[in-house]
C-alpha cells in the first residue's frame, strides 16, 4: 500500500472556549478504498468514519491509547468499524465492500441508507485502565451526525462535525476531509454564537477541499471572527498494525483440539494442512503450516 500521508490542523480559540481540528484526509481514504475495493457509497461510508475515528484519536490522553467507533446498523454496508490512535493514523473494516443503495434524489450518495438503523458505540481504551465504552442509536446513518449526537449525549460535550467524502468517476477518492469543533468547559456565549454561524459554511467540507482549499484556508471558515492559533500540523496514514506473529497468536488461540478439526477439513476438501486468516482491516493474508501452528 502506497504511503501517503494525509495532514491535519489542530488549533484552539485564544480564549480557551473550543479546540478545532481539520483534516484532508483524500489519502487516507484512498489507502483504504486499496484496502478493501469499495464500492462508491461504501467508500463514503467508511471514509467519514475512517475521517472522524483519526481526528478523535488524536484528542486521547497518551500514546498507546486508541479510539473505536462501531455503526451496527440494518443497511447494506453492514458493521462500520474504525480504530483511530493516539497519533492520528487510523485503520478500518466495512462488512459489505459492495454496499451501493441508489443515489438520494438530488445525485448523492446515499450513505444513510447503506447504513442503516441501530447503534454506534464507542470503545477508548486509555492507559492500563479497562476500557470506556458508550453507546447511542443511530439517528441518521450519515456518520457526523451520529458521532456529533454521540457526543452530545453520552460525554456532554456540544460538538460540531462536518465530513465529507467525494468519489470520482474511476471509484478513486476525488476529495475528502472533516471539521471538528468541540467546545471546552465554560466556553463564552459570544464565541459560541459565532462557532454556530461559521458551521452553516461548513455543510460540504469535501467541496472546499476539491477546490484547493487549505487546512489552513479551511479553518479561517470554522473561524471566522474568533481569534485562534494554530498549535500544530500532524501527517497522519491509514495504517494497519497486523502482523504474521500477532495473527498467529489468535489462531493458535483456537485451541489445538479445533486447530486439528480445521486441518482435518482442509485435508479432506483435497488441500495441504495450513490455515489461511485475513486480516479484516487491510485484507492482508497470512498461512500457517501444521507445524507453525501445532508443531
Known sequence: MANQKSTMLRAMTRDGSARLLVINSRNMINQMREAHKTSPTATAALGRTVTAASMIGTMLPEAGDTVSISFDGD??????????????????YIENPLANPPKKPNGKLDVGAAVGRGTLSFVKSVGAGDPQTGMTEIVT???????????????QVPTLLSLGVRVDKDY???????VLVQLLPFPDDATVDLIERNAQALT???????LG???????????????YDIFDTLEVEYSCDC?????????????????KNLLDEQEAEGKPRELTAVCRFCNTEYTYTEKELIG
Open 243 to 259: 502482523s504474521r506473529e500477532r495473527m498467529g497468536k489468535k489462531i493458535k488461540s483456537l485451541g489445538v483440539t479445533e486447530l
Open 172 to 178: 478513486t477518492c476525488l476529495s475528502a476531509g472533516g
Open 75 to 92: 443497511g447494506e454496508a453492514g458493521r462500520i468499524i474504525a480504530v483511530g490512535d493516539y497519533f492520528g493514523n487510523v485503520k478500518g
Open 213 to 227: 482549499m487549505t487546512n489552513e484556508q479551511i479553518a479561517d471558515i470554522a473561524m471566522k471572527d474568533v481569534p
Open 204 to 210: 460540504n467540507v469535501s467541496q472546499l477541499f476539491e
Open 141 to 155: 446513518g450519515e456518520i457526523a451526525e451520529d458521532i456529533a449526537t454521540y457526543f452530545a449525549m453520552s460525554e
